[in-house]
């Protein structure tokens, strides 16, 4: 699988200044475009942003990468030819390759129709050409923070319904047991309430 992984910027031309902190995470990223040179420039410029940076050529190539690499972003040029881009979104997500992963769609500057269907059609963002990496970067990480919040909340979730399957059985276990109690006490007081009336019984007898 091809893929850029820069794990670390050469210095150059004697510059001994080192590269700031990196998130705890380098975010993985699929880039599908048809145009082998938009492929190279933008997976070399995100992989010095720190994303790990796979490529496919087209729809179809995209789900056999996701079938072996799990990812956090797909990068769609609604460019392309073979499967068109909402296409091969849809059958992403229908394939269920990709449900933890934002979808960002690349449109023209002017092409605000295809930007208004992205949307329309569940992409998570869209960016237009020609790409602003800054920007790109900065909504990236935020598709990255959100998607993080959600998992936190949807396990929370799971968790807090974990913990009230629990307490239902150990509720459950308690009403057993409280219910056993209570059919020993109503034998109890049906045994003292025997030995009482054979008492009165025995003692009429004597009189």
């Known amino acids: 699988m091809q893929f850029f992984n820069a794990n670390a910027l050469q210095r150059k031309d004697g510059d001994d200044r080192i590269e700031s902190a990196r998130p705890a995470r380098r975010r993985r990223l699929l880039l599908i475009d048809e145009n082998e040179t938009a492929r190279a420039v933008i997976a070399r410029r995100l992989s ?6 796979a490529l496919a050529e087209n729809g179809f190539v995209a789900l056999n990468r996701l079938l072996s690499r799990p990812v956090d972003i797909i990068l769609i ?3 392309l030819t073979i499967l068109p881009g909402i296409a091969t979104m849809k059958k992403i997500r229908a394939a269920g390759l990709a449900d933890q992963a934002s979808f960002v769609m690349i449109t023209g500057r002017q092409d605000s129709i295809s930007a208004i269907e992205a949307l329309e059609a569940g992409t998570d963002d869209h960016v237009a050409k020609p790409l ?5 970067d900065a909504r990236l990480r935020y598709l990255c923070q959100r998607a993080d919040e959600i998992g936190a909340l949807t396990r929370h979730n799971a968790e807090l319904d974990a913990r ?25 007081v049906s045994s003292i309430q025997a030995l009482n009336d054979e008492i009165v019984r025995l003692s009429a007898a004597r009189g």
């Open 48 to 53: 010095h942003l720190h994303y790990d940076v």
């Open 77 to 79: 040029d609604m460019g």
């Open 132 to 136: 602003d990496f800054d920007v790109l």
């Open 164 to 188: 009230i399957a629990r307490r239902a059985v150990e509720l459950g276990e308690t009403r057993d047991a409280l219910e056993l109690l209570q059919a020993d006490r109503a034998r109890l």
